[in-house]
């Protein structure tokens, strides 16, 4: 049985690897909010008076569900950190 090298631990790693991990992570943590904030902004445009004539479409409710999907994979990718996956 070989050993699993998805799962290497943090002090086995590099200078260069972590600190890629950490802007790796940032970013993903980054980007994950901007999509949940732009995703809730299209859901409660009606509600914070934007008059956006899109943001009462039914295409509209759905992309905002997608984006706010999308956002929380982000969030979620950055804080497992596996980005070093053997396949």
Same mark, same amino acid.
């Given at each position: 049985?070989?050993?699993? =090298?998805? =799962?290497?631990?943090?002090e086995d %790693?590099?200078? %260069?690897t %972590?600190r890629y991990l950490l802007?790796?992570?940032?970013?993903? /943590?980054?980007?994950?909010?901007i999509?949940?904030?732009v995703?809730?902004?299209i #859901? #409660?445009a009606? %509600?914070i008076? #934007?008059?956006i004539e899109f943001?009462e479409?039914?295409? +509209?409710k759905?992309f +905002?569900a997608l984006?706010?999907?999308?956002g929380?994979?982000?969030?979620y990718?950055?804080?497992k950190?596996?980005? /070093?996956i053997?396949?």
């Amino acid at each position: 049985m070989t050993p699993d =090298n998805s =799962n290497i631990q943090e002090e086995d %790693k590099d200078p %260069k690897t %972590k600190r890629y991990l950490l802007m790796k992570s940032i970013m993903d /943590f980054g980007m994950g909010i901007i999509y949940l904030g732009v995703g809730i902004v299209i #859901l #409660l445009a009606k %509600k914070i008076h #934007l008059n956006i004539e899109f943001a009462e479409s039914v295409a +509209a409710k759905f992309f +905002a569900a997608l984006v706010i999907l999308y956002g929380i994979f982000r969030i979620y990718r950055g804080i497992k950190k596996d980005y /070093f996956i053997e396949r």
